[in-house]
């Protein structure tokens, strides 16, 4: 069984993409199409990343972020955000919440495996 | 500060006469009336547009995503199958990796050939020594017969001599009784060197016939042998020529199905990443409703004055509303660009 991802965004092509590039490489991968979503979902699981989106229904990314750092389990789970958003103000509130990283979307799969491989 | 009407003090210090506003009435009601049905029917047919642009957008994105699976599945399979061959080419010793070993291979079979075909010339040699031994066995048996021929003259002439010394003693009568005996037996001795001489010759005979019969096979044999290695050599070395234009070719294919999978694996990345502008599509779209909602906003604000103005209530107090609701409305303007991308080349990464 291979490392387990949560993948968080509410569009479902951008779940599938993550998917199709993460599982081709050998991971198990959870999904969530929300911050309320996914905080359920990483209960009782050993993940070895969080991959989330920042705009989203209920709950978005920069909230999960610091929702999750704030659980034990989760204090040092590498968290990347996958975003739309490259503005500097808005990474600086991923940095400050506890993300790991910053991917702006598109993400090519070479790439994301690169990075998620950076960060395991 | 507002954008329709300034601020509200300003207004009110501009109230106009009562009787001036009444006239203005109908004129502000029908313009409002105008203002908000515009407004309602543009919202509404862009609303429509947009939800309409936003499903076929994922519709598209949902058939995409299950093409592209298809392909990956199918590049997968194709993989496999290459795989499979490569090893089916291992099993028989012609590995892909292995031009060496194919020419090993074929060194081994050539030489074994040649071999082969020496040592056929070797027995067609011995062979041929073989029919030279036979033939000098043939003169040999030949002289003998002619020997035999002698003996069988001298037997002859010894049989008639017996008989004229069996002649001579029965002249004698008593005095050549013995030598009568001895001419008998000498006469017997001649008759069983005939019969023996005979019998000599008929073997001698068959002892030729046999030859004569194992030198036709024994060159047949020798002939025989050397023919066949040799046609053996070359059916093996055309069909050793095959495999090894066989093994080219397939080790060919399966270089190029190598590369067509690199290639596909390539445009699959590529599409993986496009496949992500309909996250951002829907983004946009999300944008532009959420500003449709401001925009029904001020119609509904310019058809609460239209129905006030109607009903006859205060002109000034309707304004401030509107103005009020036109305040709301712009603080809750779209500010901010929903996706900044403009291209879907792939986006930064930053660690921090």
Do not use: Y
């Not at chain 1, 705009?55 to 204090?75: C, Q, S, W, Y």
């Not at chain 1, 910053?102 to 990075?115: A, D, N, Q």
């Not at chain 2, 949902?62 to 993989?79: C, I, M, P, S």
């Amino acid at each position: 069984m291979g490392k387990c991802i949560l993948t968080v965004d509410d569009s479902s092509t951008m779940r599938q993409m993550i998917v199709f590039t993460l599982k081709e490489a050998g991971f198990e991968i959870l999904e969530a199409g929300d911050g309320v979503e996914a905080l359920d979902r990483a209960k009782g699981q050993k993940l070895s990343l969080v991959i989330t989106d920042v705009n989203m229904p209920r709950m978005d990314g920069i909230t999960l972020v610091k929702e999750l750092r704030a659980l034990p389990e989760f204090r040092f789970t590498p968290i990347l955000v996958l975003t739309t958003e490259s503005g500097i103000d808005m990474k600086q509130k991923g940095k400050d919440a506890g993300a790991t990283g910053w991917i702006v979307k598109p993400f090519s799969p070479e790439k994301l495996l690169e990075v998620v491989n950076k960060v395991l | 500060m507002n954008r329709w009407f300034g601020r509200g003090p300003d207004l009110e210090a501009a109230a106009m006469p009562r009787h001036s506003q009444e006239a203005l009435r109908p004129l502000l009601a029908r313009a409002a009336a105008q203002e908000s049905t515009m407004l309602e029917g543009q919202v509404a047919f862009l609303h429509t547009e947009l939800v309409q642009v936003d499903g076929l957008v994922q519709e598209a994105a949902t058939t995409l995503q299950q093409a592209l699976r298809t392909l990956d599945d199918r590049v997968k399979a194709q993989h496999r199958l290459a795989l499979s061959v490569q090893q089916a080419m291992q099993i028989t010793g012609l590995g892909i990796d292995s031009t060496e070993a194919t020419a090993t291979l074929s060194a081994t079979i050539v030489g074994t050939l040649d071999a082969f075909v020496n040592n056929m010339l070797e027995i067609s040699k011995s062979s041929m020594k073989l029919v030279e031994e036979v033939e000098d066995i043939r003169i040999r048996s030949d002289r003998m017969e002619s020997m035999l021929g002698e003996l069988g003259d001298i037997a002859g002439q010894t049989h008639l001599l017996a008989l004229n010394a069996s002649i001579e003693a029965a002249h004698a009568r008593k005095f050549g009784a013995g030598f009568a005996i001895v001419a008998a037996e000498v006469s017997k001795l001649a008759d069983r060197s005939t019969a023996l001489s005979t019998n000599i010759q008929q073997q001698i005979e068959g002892t030729r016939q046999a030859l004569l019969r194992t030198d036709t096979q024994v060159q047949a044999i020798a002939s025989k042998d050397l023919n066949l290695a040799i046609q053996s050599r070359g059916e093996s070395e055309s069909l050793i020529g095959a495999l090894d234009g066989s093994t080219r070719k397939v080790k060919e294919l399966v270089a190029e199905m190598e590369v067509n999978a690199r290639l596909i694996s390539e445009q699959v990345g590529h599409v993986v990443r496009s496949l992500q502008f309909e996250d951002l599509v829907h983004q946009t779209l999300q944008a532009c409703m959420q500003e449709l909602g401001n925009l029904q906003e001020q119609a509904s604000a310019w058809r609460a004055l239209r129905t006030g103005l109607e009903n006859g209530e205060d002109a000034s107090q309707l304004l401030q509303n509107l103005c009020g609701t036109l305040d709301e409305v712009e603080a809750a303007q779209v500010r901010f660009k929903a996706v900044k991308r403009e291209s879907l080349a792939a986006g930064d990464v930053d660690l921090f």
